[in-house]
Nanobody, 128 residues
Framework: QVQLVESGGGLVQAGVSLRLSCAAS????????MGWFRQAPGKERVFVAA????????SYADSVKGRFTISRDNAKNTVYLQMNSLKLEDTAVYYC?????????????????????WGQGTQVTVSS
């Protein structure tokens, strides 16, 4: 079992940066592909970024490519989402997720349905 706790959200102005963290419990964190998803009011939860368990593979949604960076520190059981040049449309609840399947070291999982464990979410609000 894995428990995920997000932090780092808040109310910020457009154009600034924010870093989200997701702390995971469990000794097997380092073997899990991880992902960040977001859900805006009245919309479905969508993929933002993902990283392989080795950290060697990453993938991003087109809407955040070049602005967001996903990383992980397996020694700290933590995955990060660095968000730069925030836009109004980035406003959403951000969730981190872990895929509990046994996969290769560089496999990146972008399919929401593949993820087994979810955090409670952290709100990011971008204002003009």
């Amino acid at each position: 079992q894995v428990q995920l706790v997000e932090s780092g959200g808040g109310l910020v102005q457009a154009g600034v940066s924010l870093r989200l963290s997701c702390a995971a419990s469990g000794r097997t964190f380092r073997s899990y592909p991880m992902g960040w998803f977001r859900q805006a009011p009245g919309k479905e939860r969508v993929f933002v970024a993902a990283i392989s368990w080795s950290g060697g593979g990453t993938s991003y949604a087109d809407s955040v490519k070049g602005r967001f960076t996903i990383s992980r520190d397996n020694a700290k059981n933590t995955v990060y989402l660095q968000m730069n040049s925030l836009k109004l449309e980035d406003t959403a609840v951000y969730y981190c997720a872990a895929d509990g399947a046994i996969v290769g070291p560089n496999l990146v999982v972008v399919d929401l349905s593949r993820y087994d464990y979810w955090g409670q979410g952290t709100q990011v609000t971008v204002s003009s």
